[in-house]
């Protein structure tokens, strides 16, 4: 048994045993918020055993009857299928536009949704093998610093604990709820992707109601075994926020992870932990398997103005609603 397959097997023994561990983002008490969300609440533990079953199947199969691609193939099939995934979510919004502005035939119509069935079938078509790819990439990056341990049974393997996964998925909303009088982070809850904007409303105002706001957003990914990952984004997007996730993952079996939601500034640190090493390993991953050689790389073009400094706009917006919130201007 060569070291790929028994890496893999020990992949699904640990993947299966992580998915029964409870997961570190959420509050352990009901608080009154919870009580708000609890007809919408998005469920970690259905949505977990669902999708290991399906990551299980496909780890099976290529336990069994693997199928190696080189280098330049997995690259290949990766920007297909975020070209496909991207073709489908802007040819979705046109078709959305179509029928709420209501000057598109219904033939016309049938055949945009046509199109979009067969775009979908072709991106489904990838998705187990592009999942795959991806968390090998990953991995081979965190076993390279260092992350992986090394185990001898019947062979050598390097073992990531937890292993690398994640699931393309539309992804879940988040309720934020916050004081109204100061900037800090009450308390996150999970919820549906599929409310409409009354019930988003609705679940906004009974926050409201009790003195404190509350916003309900899309959530860029989520912690969950295996992450959720939403399909239609860049690919630097991509391996940043699989990374980001992973990191999380990781740190739950550390007392950082473990203590996120001990405070605000255990939420901050973890979070500010899981970008910066999100983003470093996303690059890792892009300069190692994706960045085009130094020769065809693009020089850069005189910029013809200042570039926006998204950290220094958002500094001056904190300074001046922190003026606002000093003067009980809520």
Known sequence: MNSYRLG????????????????????????????????????????????????????????????????????????????????????????????????????????????????????????????????????????????????????????????VDFEFEQEPDVLIISPRDRIELTKTILLRPDLSLEQIQDIENKVQGIDMSGLVERVGGVATYPSIIPQDVSLQYLLSTVAHEWLHQYFFFHPLGRNYWANYDMTSINETAADIGGDEIGQLVYQRYYAPPVSQAASPAAASQPAFDFNKEMRQIRLTVDQYLAQSQV
């Open 8 to 163: 893999l097997l020990f992949d699904l023994i640990l993947v299966l045993v992580f998915c029964i561990l409870p997961p570190s983002d959420q509050a352990p008490k009901p608080t009154v918020w919870d009580e708000i969300a609890r007809p919408y609440v998005f469920s970690i533990s259905e949505w977990e055993l669902g999708n290991f079953f399906d990551k299980w199947g496909y780890s099976l199969e290529q336990f069994f009857i693997p199928r190696k691609l080189s280098e330049q193939e997995n690259v290949k099939r990766v920007e297909d299928y975020l070209s496909l995934a991207q073709n489908a979510a802007s040819l979705e919004d046109t078709i959305n536009r179509a029928k709420a502005e209501g000057n598109t035939s219904d033939a016309d119509l049938k055949a945009l949704e046509a199109q979009l069935a067969q775009l979908k079938r072709q991106r489904n078509s990838l998705e187990d093998q592009v999942e795959a790819i991806i968390d090998g990439q990953i991995s081979s990056i965190l076993t390279d610093a260092g992350l992986a341990r090394s185990f001898k049974l019947v062979g050598r393997a390097n073992i990531l604990f937890p292993p």
